[in-house]
């Protein structure tokens, strides 16, 4: 393209301060160095983990930054040593690494990478070492992806080549919300047929962990979430009862054990709130029962009687639903594809990238599932 190797201007949402509206600025991204991969981004969903780094983790180190880690695009131009990757190629780009040399890469027993962002930088959610810069001075990558932005660089180890008739405005979900909640159940977890389950938190996760307790053959889903308008949703991907914790003058995992004669298989929190954590520890049977946290904090700590874990009870944490990611993501789209997992049931809302703060608010009030920002043609 006759991009390569040039910087290129273009519009992103710049996140320059904690819980301050995200602002559209002229940025300039510079070509991909060695191993790098330059891409144009066309859609990108807005996902909770988003809102957390505005507003809950309030970390100023994470300033100024471009948000957005759920998007797909067609790869622009590559540096020097890309081999797998050309100009025009689908794309997804991945929060998640795999480099495929790293101690962890190479274990069956993780999805975890070495060479992640997340290895060092954890806290403030992005490397220092940025392709941004706007008003002359370095804008961070968030999880090191940024597709807030029409155009982004990032290594050739965080990057899945996908079908070339993949719709992109639908697959870009299945880099974050949808992989993660989808694979807790059916990678973490182990949902196994006939068990019964429990899901806490209906957002687009939450949703994506039903679909996967259903694919795996539970006999009994429980949806559970303070917002009943979510019931009908849930329905959708597979969810046969629905429970409202405010409904109840005892605790949901007292009236879990009771409708499943002393609790369920499996439970999946995905909220990402301590408290709903040990809730859903606590409305595991004794014995065998395993609960997954899959919802994102890191802002509080967790507690719960050892009793729990003595009993046989097992607590496990996911990281996009355990799936490789480079290997997993490419699979993930033809499994949408040929229509053994939804994705288009998520979408509630499409705007430009103009409209981005309209989204992030109806995330944060719970007005959406997905809301898709189609960032270029």
Known sequence: MATAGKV???RAAVAWEPTAPLKMEEIEVAPPQEGEIRIKVVATGVCHTDLY???EGKDKRGFPSVLGHEGAGV????????TDFKPGDKVIPLFLSQCGE???????KTNLCDRNWSSKYYDIMSDPITRFTCRGRPILQFMGT???SEYTVINQIA???IDDDAPLDRVCLLSCGISTGYGAAVNTAGVTPGSVCAVFGLGAVGLA????????GASRIFAVDINEEKFEKAKVFGATEFLNPKAYNKPISEVLA???????DFSLECVGNTEVMRTALESCVKGWGVSVLVGWTDVKDFSARPIQLISGKTWKGSLFGGFKSKDSVPNLVCDYMSGKIKLDEFITHKMSLEQVNDAVNLMKTGQCIRCILNISK
């Open 209 to 216: 962990a039903v679909m996967g307790c259903k694919n795996a």
């Open 8 to 10: 290129i201007k273009c």
């Open 53 to 55: 780094h505005l507003f």
């Open 102 to 108: 790293c101690k962890f890469c190479k274990s069956p």
């Open 146 to 148: 940024s597709t807030f």
């Open 258 to 264: 009771e409708m499943t004669n002393g609790g369920v």
């Open 75 to 82: 790869v622009e131009s590559v540096g020097p040593g890309v």
């Open 159 to 161: 990057v899945g080549k």
